[in-house]
């Protein structure tokens, strides 16, 4: 079973940047697809990017030019470069991965690591 522990995540002023960070252990991530979502208060949880084990990215069209989802092979491991941050970023971030080498169906998520931005 694999285990996907997020970190990165803090208070940040708008126009701001942040890195987070999704280390996985129990499975090599590299051979599967593997998303960043978020929730923000009192609503769904939403696909924020994703990128499949080949190297296919996709975001959210509120997050596109602003952030970038990148694979650490080396390290067993995913992040997400934010930047130019919004209060409308602000929420809790998770990794996501899936259960093939493309986007589909999630079989594991994160704990979480919140984001919030604000002046």
């Known amino acids: 079973q694999v285990q996907l522990m997020e970190s990165g995540g803090g208070l940040v002023q708008p126009g701001g940047s942040l890195r987070l960070s999704c280390v996985g252990s129990g499975s090599v991530l590299s051979v599967f697809a593997m998303g960043w979502y978020r929730q923000a208060p009192g609503k769904q949880r939403e696909l924020v990017a994703s990128?499949?084990?080949?190297?296919?990215?996709n975001y959210a069209d509120s997050v596109k030019g602003r952030f970038t989802i990148i694979r650490e092979n080396e390290k067993n491991a995913i992040a997400l470069e934010m930047s130019n941050l919004e209060p409308e970023d602000t929420g809790v971030y998770y990794c996501a991965k899936y259960r093939t080498w493309n986007v589909g169906q999630v079989d594991s998520w994160g704990q979480g690591t919140r984001v919030t931005v604000s002046s």
């Open positions: 990128v499949s084990s080949v190297g296919l990215t």
